[in-house]
T-cell receptor
Framework: AQSVTQLDSQVPVFEEAPVELRCNYS??????LFWYVQYPNQGLQLLLK??????LVKGINGFEAEFNKSQTSFHLRKPSVHISDTAEYFC???????????FGTGTSLTVIP | KAGVTQTPRYLIKTRGQQVTLSCSPI?????VSWYQQTPGQGLQFLFE???????NKGNFPGRFSGRQFSNSRSEMNVSTLELGDSALYLC????????????FGPGTRLTVL
């Protein structure tokens, strides 16, 4: 079975500063990787996904992530954050064989004005 | 296209009662997954239905059950509620053509007193 580790539970960052949210996964098979964002009192919204191809994936709202197979990581980055980026971010992995996702415990990003 | 809808949005029950939550997937989506989200545990996978059949199941007690109807709408039921069942229950749907992208509903907030 897969597992996902989000190394930071809370990340405070000043507005317009860069941010990186870390995600590592464990799997012995090929995986599909995802980042979701959850705003207060809402469901999860897909930010970006890696299925195959280029290891640098660009998503919505200026976010990007890089798939690193040797380090089994899929870190999320944004060069300049905005107040509206304050939210909970979840990394997820799927083996593609079925439709079961495994989520990390989430990283709470707080952007400080 | 309308998104995933969940009803009710909020629910208050007492210990020992049972509850039924409903999820209507995006039109054309045949897969519906359910998750329990709590502050301490993050998102935990409950089960996934595809074309009225349970295809995957998480590690939850038998008090948690679900079903899917021919129109792909899904319900989950929790019997003999416990205080620890208080959580946000999220439903996600996906299509066969993009089966690795899940679209989430806003969730049902269940409080057990």
């Amino acid at each position: 079975a897969q597992s996902v580790t989000q190394l930071d539970s809370q990340v405070p960052v000043f507005e317009e500063a860069p941010v990186e949210l870390r995600c590592n996964y464990s799997s012995s098979v090929s995986v599909y990787l995802f980042w979701y964002v959850q705003y207060p009192n809402q469901g999860l919204q897909l930010l970006l996904k890696y299925l195959s191809g280029s290891t640098l994936v660009k998503g919505i709202n200026g976010f990007e992530a890089e798939f690193n197979k040797s380090q089994t990581s899929f870190h999320l980055r944004k060069p300049s954050v905005h107040i509206s980026d304050t939210a909970e971010y979840f990394c997820a992995v799927s083996d593609g064989a079925g439709n079961q996702f495994y989520f990390g415990t989430g990283t709470s990003l707080t952007v400080i004005p | 296209k309308a998104g995933v809808t969940q009803t009710p949005r909020y629910l208050i029950k007492t210990r020992g009662q049972q509850v039924t939550l409903s999820c209507s997937p995006i039109s054309g989506h045949r897969s519906v997954s359910w998750y329990q989200q709590t502050p301490g545990q993050g998102l935990q996978f409950l089960f996934e239905y595809f074309s009225e059949t349970q295809r995957n199941k998480g590690n939850f007690p038998g008090r948690f059950s679900g079903r899917q109807f021919s129109n792909s709408r899904s319900e989950m039921n929790v019997s003999t509620l416990e205080l620890g069942d208080s959580a946000l229950y999220l439903c996600a749907s996906s299509s066969y053509s993009s089966y690795n992208e899940q679209f989430f509903g806003p969730g049902t907030r269940l409080t057990v007193l």
